[in-house]
């Protein structure tokens, strides 16, 4: 080999290496300057807040600060926003987001639309409490990589956030306080008010096309999909398995992990259909690219496997009934 193609070959290669290693670019903050806190969208019930987390201004604003900085990494490159991107529905673009250095994470980052009203977080529903799920990524290692300690020293010597958390927080910059912050700017990112809601609450029948009304009653009788996406997030809260990633190497079990139940092995959560047209690609694993892939992996009954959910089975929708469907999907 010549000196020059030697020199070129180190070049390249270099170049792939830099390119892998490269941090996602940061989304900015597109959301309007004032959130709403004291009303929800049409369609949406009151918000779920605990006790010890009251939802004012300050601890929105605060979160809202926190969530778009990436001083919450050890490097400073990556935001919770690189993952739940503002301008992707609050979920990632891609299958596996990347963290700190370039590493992937093991599944998709789902939206943060509605998770106001989740009753456990994370695909396997590890965190029960959104204050205490905002904490899990700093210490991540192919998220954020940063510890809590670490976190809280810059945010101390940083003055306007030390200011900031003092006024939101009667005790200041603390860990609770951290996940307090981001859970309440999470919970003000509130999805309804679609064409959907004007048509069921408003009665307004021109709100859907006569395609999207015939997705809705699909999705309601033949396609089965609201005995699992029920209510009003279109989802129960709860853990099935539809067979999606079943058989892939290294096995992602799901549920079982948390419970260590065989019942639970490739169960995951259900998530919110609410503003799924922007969100893709779907499933846990992000394996499904269109809307038009995810009715017609229902449309063959799921991925069969030992433990697939007794309600999937082979639902014979025809190509019209299939593009219906996702007519209505996309009208959520
Ligand atoms: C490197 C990408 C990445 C970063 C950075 C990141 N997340 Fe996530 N997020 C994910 C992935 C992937 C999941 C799903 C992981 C799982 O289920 O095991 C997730 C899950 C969640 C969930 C659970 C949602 C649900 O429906 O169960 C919440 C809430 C969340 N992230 C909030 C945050 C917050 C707040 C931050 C910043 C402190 C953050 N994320 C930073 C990738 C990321
Ligand atoms: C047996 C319960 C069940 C039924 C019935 C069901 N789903 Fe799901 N759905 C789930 C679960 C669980 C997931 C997550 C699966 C995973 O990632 O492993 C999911 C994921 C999805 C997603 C991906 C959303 C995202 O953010 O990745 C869409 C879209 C969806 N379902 C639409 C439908 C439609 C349309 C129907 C009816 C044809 C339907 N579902 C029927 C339980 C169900």
């Given at each position: 080999m010549s000196r020059f193609a030697l020199l070129a070959g180190l070049v390249v290669l270099s170049v792939s290496v830099l390119a892998a290693d490269a941090p996602p670019d940061l989304p900015r903050d597109i959301l309007p300057a004032k959130l709403a806190l004291d009303e929800v969208p049409l369609g949406l019930g009151p918000r779920l807040v605990p006790k010890e987390n009251p939802l004012t201004e300050l601890r929105v604003r605060l979160g809202r600060r926190l969530f778009f900085d990436p001083i919450l990494s050890t490097d400073n490159t990556?935001?919770?926003?690189?993952?739940?991107?503002p301008d992707h529905g609050f979920a990632g673009n891609e299958a596996r987001p990347r963290g700190i250095r370039g590493q992937r994470t093991s599944r998709r980052a789902p939206t943060l639309f509605n998770r106001a009203y989740g009753t456990s977080f994370f695909w396997d529903g590890r965190e029960s409490t959104l204050e205490g799920q905002a904490l899990r990524p700093i210490e991540d290692p192919t998220e954020m990589g940063s510890t809590i300690t670490a976190v809280l020293d810059r945010l101390r010597a940083d003055t306007t956030y030390k200011a900031q958390f003092e006024a939101a927080f009667p005790d200041g910059v603390t860990a609770a306080n951290l996940g307090r912050a981001l859970a309440s700017f999470e919970r003000v990112l509130l999805r309804g008010a679609s064409a959907v809601d004007r048509f069921r609450r408003q009665g307004k029948t021109e709100a859907l096309t006569a395609r999207e009304r015939h997705g809705l009653w699909l999705y309601e009788s033949k396609g089965r999909c609201w005995r699992c996406h029920s209510g009003a997030n279109f989802t129960d809260e709860s853990y099935h398995n539809t067979g999606v990633g079943w058989g892939k190497v290294p096995a992602d079990l799901g549920r079982y992990v948390v419970t260590k139940k065989e019942a639970d092995r490739g169960r995951f959560k259900t998530p919110t259909l609410r503003g799924v047209a922007l969100t893709g690609p779907y499933m846990h694993d992000g394996s499904l690219t269109s809307l038009e892939d995810v009715v017609e992996f229902y449309n063959r009954g799921g991925g069969a496997n030992p433990n697939l959910d007794p309600v999937l089975a082979p639902l014979n929708l025809s190509k019209d009934e299939v593009r219906d469907l996702v007519a209505f999907l996309k009208a959520l």
């Amino acid at each position: 080999m010549s000196r020059f193609a030697l020199l070129a070959g180190l070049v390249v290669l270099s170049v792939s290496v830099l390119a892998a290693d490269a941090p996602p670019d940061l989304p900015r903050d597109i959301l309007p300057a004032k959130l709403a806190l004291d009303e929800v969208p049409l369609g949406l019930g009151p918000r779920l807040v605990p006790k010890e987390n009251p939802l004012t201004e300050l601890r929105v604003r605060l979160g809202r600060r926190l969530f778009f900085d990436p001083i919450l990494s050890t490097d400073n490159t990556v935001a919770c926003a690189s993952c739940h991107r503002p301008d992707h529905g609050f979920a990632g673009n891609e299958a596996r987001p990347r963290g700190i250095r370039g590493q992937r994470t093991s599944r998709r980052a789902p939206t943060l639309f509605n998770r106001a009203y989740g009753t456990s977080f994370f695909w396997d529903g590890r965190e029960s409490t959104l204050e205490g799920q905002a904490l899990r990524p700093i210490e991540d290692p192919t998220e954020m990589g940063s510890t809590i300690t670490a976190v809280l020293d810059r945010l101390r010597a940083d003055t306007t956030y030390k200011a900031q958390f003092e006024a939101a927080f009667p005790d200041g910059v603390t860990a609770a306080n951290l996940g307090r912050a981001l859970a309440s700017f999470e919970r003000v990112l509130l999805r309804g008010a679609s064409a959907v809601d004007r048509f069921r609450r408003q009665g307004k029948t021109e709100a859907l096309t006569a395609r999207e009304r015939h997705g809705l009653w699909l999705y309601e009788s033949k396609g089965r999909c609201w005995r699992c996406h029920s209510g009003a997030n279109f989802t129960d809260e709860s853990y099935h398995n539809t067979g999606v990633g079943w058989g892939k190497v290294p096995a992602d079990l799901g549920r079982y992990v948390v419970t260590k139940k065989e019942a639970d092995r490739g169960r995951f959560k259900t998530p919110t259909l609410r503003g799924v047209a922007l969100t893709g690609p779907y499933m846990h694993d992000g394996s499904l690219t269109s809307l038009e892939d995810v009715v017609e992996f229902y449309n063959r009954g799921g991925g069969a496997n030992p433990n697939l959910d007794p309600v999937l089975a082979p639902l014979n929708l025809s190509k019209d009934e299939v593009r219906d469907l996702v007519a209505f999907l996309k009208a959520l």
